[in-house]
């Protein structure tokens, strides 16, 4: 599976952004796919993961009630809906694909393929 991330941008803080990440390969739709970013001098931590259905997410406790992740598999394709952004938001956005069980989907070893990230800056 391929993946290219798109919707990254400069915004203010309180703004909003549409990250995008867009899959090849057959089977989309039976991964789990995660969201992960990593800020400037820090580890690639996790932000939301979507299991295949689509109705079961997971949100790191940062960005619960502020981003919605959902997919749509017609497209192949991931969002991850980004609102009242924050300064400390500002990172490169990475999403993955995997089968990972419900513990291990906020480890980055539960996935196997990666997008090459986009950025997002956030301006207080």
């Known amino acids: 599976v391929q993946l290219v991330e798109s919707g990254g941008g400069l915004v203010q803080a309180g703004g909003s952004l549409r990250l995008s990440c867009a899959a090849s390969?057959?089977?989309?739709?039976?991964?789990?796919i995660g969201w992960f970013r990593q800020a400037p001098g820090k580890e690639r931590d996790f932000v939301a993961a979507?299991?295949?259905?689509?109705?079961?997410?997971s949100y790191t406790d940062s960005v619960k009630g502020r981003f919605t992740i959902s997919r749509d598999n017609a497209k192949n394709t991931v969002y991850l809906q980004m609102n009242s952004l924050k300064p400390e938001d500002t990172a490169v956005y990475y999403c993955?694909?995997?089968?990972?069980?419900?513990?291990?989907?906020?480890?980055?070893?539960?996935?196997?393929?990666w997008g090459q990230g986009t950025q997002v800056t956030v301006s207080s």
């Open positions: 979507i299991r295949p259905t689509s109705v079961i997410t």
């Open positions: 993955a694909t995997g089968r990972p069980n419900w513990d291990s989907q906020t480890s980055e070893n539960g996935y196997d393929s």
């Open positions: 390969g057959r089977m989309f739709s039976t991964y789990v």
